[in-house]
């Protein structure tokens, strides 16, 4: 059995091997056990309560950058475009970088490039490198106001499913907007950019739009993802794979 997370991956898959094993496929993702913590942080606390947990200003709008410590996340490409909009535009931010997990050889190197940079500007930011799970990373989704993602491919990564889940803002790089379908399907907001180019405006624009209630994530849209996505909804499918076999 040859076993897909996402239908992307089997269509690809195709274009090297044709049909020839198309019997023994199966798409099936994993379950996230993040949608039942963020059930619950959403029932417990507010946006507020979670960024004073991790002791960020309530008069700020928080932007995370990636997820994990790896160039591919551009976390550069990225934060540059956010020193380029306008003073007090930039004013109003803080910017959230995680660096828990992934790190590539040069990291520190890499790091302080980014310092070097974040400094320079005289940005409001820093660096998370806890690791986090359980309550504790469901509650560090909810303290986010807008995520910013910029890897450079993934295979339907749910750390960005998990961030609307929590109430944030997404931006979506337009060479991996396909694989979140999904939040179409959850009628959610979520903002799209082909090139670094135009990451400058999608943010402007983002940020007009995030206090308009039209398009935010509803209890319809999240319980949409969370059929997609929970283990609740596919684990009787890998039950059926194994006893399939």
């Given at each position: 059995?040859?076993?897909?997370?996402?239908?992307?991956?089997?269509?690809?898959?195709?274009?090297?091997?044709?049909?020839?094993?198309?019997?023994?496929?199966?798409?099936?993702?994993?379950?996230?056990?993040?949608?039942?913590?963020?059930?619950?942080?959403?029932?417990?606390?507010?946006?507020?309560?979670?960024?004073?947990y991790f002791h960020l200003p309530l008069d700020k709008v928080?932007?995370?950058?990636?997820?994990?410590?790896?160039?591919?996340?551009?976390?550069?490409?990225?934060?540059?475009?956010?020193?380029?909009?306008?003073?007090?535009?930039?004013?109003?931010?803080?910017?959230?970088?995680?660096?828990?997990y992934k790190k590539d050889n040069d990291f520190e190197e890499?790091?302080?490039?980014?310092?070097t940079k974040l400094e320079e500007a005289k940005a409001d930011?820093?660096?998370?490198?806890?690791?986090?799970?359980?309550?504790?990373?469901?509650?560090?989704?909810?303290?986010?106001?807008?995520?910013?993602?910029?890897?450079?491919?993934?295979?339907?990564?749910?750390?960005?499913?998990?961030?609307?889940?929590?109430?944030?803002?997404?931006?979506?790089?337009?060479?991996?907007?396909?694989?979140?379908?999904?939040?179409?399907?959850?009628?959610?907001?979520?903002?799209?950019?082909?090139?670094?180019?135009?990451?400058?405006?999608?943010?402007?624009?983002?940020?007009?739009?995030?206090?308009?209630?039209?398009?935010?994530?509803?209890?319809?849209?999240?319980?949409?993802?969370?059929?997609?996505?929970?283990?609740?909804?596919?684990?009787?499918?890998?039950?059926?794979?194994?006893?399939?076999?």
């Amino acid at each position: 059995v040859i076993v897909f997370m996402i239908p992307d991956q089997h269509v690809f898959f195709q274009s090297i091997y044709g049909n020839k094993y198309d019997k023994k496929v199966k798409v099936i993702d994993f379950g996230n056990s993040m949608i039942d913590e963020l059930d619950k942080v959403l029932a417990k606390y507010t946006k507020e309560e979670c960024k004073s947990y991790f002791h960020l200003p309530l008069d700020k709008v928080i932007v995370h950058i990636g997820y994990n410590a790896s160039r591919a996340q551009q976390h550069l490409e990225v934060i540059e475009s956010i020193l380029d909009l306008p003073e007090q535009i930039l004013d109003q931010i803080k910017m959230i970088i995680s660096v828990a997990y992934k790190k590539d050889n040069d990291f520190e190197e890499y790091k302080e490039h980014l310092v070097t940079k974040l400094e320079e500007a005289k940005a409001d930011y820093c660096f998370v490198d806890k690791y986090m799970q359980g309550e504790e990373l469901a509650m560090f989704r909810r303290s986010c106001d807008l995520f910013i993602y910029g890897q450079k491919t993934d295979a339907r990564s749910e750390s960005p499913l998990e961030y609307i889940y929590g109430g944030a803002e997404f931006i979506c790089p337009g060479w991996l907007a396909g694989h979140y379908e999904i939040l179409d399907q959850a009628k959610a907001r979520y903002y799209v950019y082909s090139d670094f180019g135009s990451l400058n405006h999608c943010i402007q624009l983002c940020l007009k739009d995030r206090d308009k209630p039209k398009g935010k994530i509803s209890q319809a849209g999240r319980q949409k993802i969370r059929d997609e996505i929970s283990w609740d909804s596919v684990r009787g499918e890998w039950k059926n794979l194994y006893a399939d076999e």
